[in-house]
């Protein structure tokens, strides 16, 4: 079981689950019954989303037999909501918000694919986003910053004068991020990688990660930061 899986709460039954996430402020109707769990379906941002629920019973299953289960999930491509004895698979997979916004509703976390990432090299970290941003800048441009959180900043690129492009929708064409732990980091790549509506290429190293929808720009920066590329169609 991965050590951010938090060990509460524990449920006794899927129903329970059903339960949680309606107390987070998501009604989920029971589409079918199995063994061990259940599906339910809700609506997210207009879309219809499917939760697979599966409890196993702690007096039967170790934390890590849980965990063996959830691993099963991820290593075939999926993203899995996790806490305590039970488990989440969110459809539509390719969708990680949806995952992420179930997560918030019960308390738990999001545990994306397992997919290969390269090696990446430990050097070099940042203290602060700025500095990263004040990186970049002396790279391929980090104009017009916007902080998002104290670990997020957008900006724009060089390259956003003649090939506009991002998710921000006004010219902000890189997403630069801070992370913990090269676990956090990781697991925030192979989340990015799950999501089949973001072709973005990530430049990563040490403690931080940049988001580039321009390939050109995303391996230029990459070479001149230290880093390495991680290619959403190659990587997945």
């Not at 290969?116 to 910053?145: F, H, N, T």
């Amino acid at each position: 079981m991965p050590s951010n899986v938090p060990t509460t709460p524990q449920y006794r039954t899927a129903d329970d689950v059903v339960a949680a996430l309606e107390r987070g402020g998501i009604a989920c109707d029971v589409l079918r019954r199995k063994a061990g769990g259940l599906d339910c379906r809700t609506a997210i941002d207009g879309a219809e989303v499917e939760n697979q629920i599966q409890v196993l019973d702690p007096k039967k299953s170790s934390r890590n037999e849980v965990g063996d289960s959830i691993a099963s999930w991820r290593s075939s491509g999926n993203t899995v909501v996790a806490a305590g004895n039970w488990f989440i698979r969110v459809l539509p997979n390719g969708s990680p918000d949806y995952s992420v916004k179930i997560a918030k509703a019960v308390d738990a976390v999001v545990l994306p694919p397992l997919y290969r990432l390269p090696a990446i090299p430990q050097k070099p970290r940042y203290k602060s986003v700025d500095a990263l941003a004040d990186a970049l800048e002396k790279s391929v441009g980090c104009d017009r910053r916007k902080t998002e959180s104290a670990d997020q900043v957008l900006c724009a690129t060089q390259a956003a004068k003649t090939r506009p492009c991002g998710r921000s929708g006004d010219g902000r064409d890189a997403h630069l991020m801070l992370h913990d732990s090269s676990a956090t980091r990781n697991d925030y790549i192979r989340l990015l990688l799950s999501d089949d509506h973001l072709p973005y290429y990530i430049a990563t190293a040490g403690n931080w990660t940049i988001q580039f929808c321009d390939t050109a720009t995303g391996q230029e920066a990459a070479r001149e930061l230290g880093g390495v590329v991680v290619d959403h169609k190659a990587n997945k």
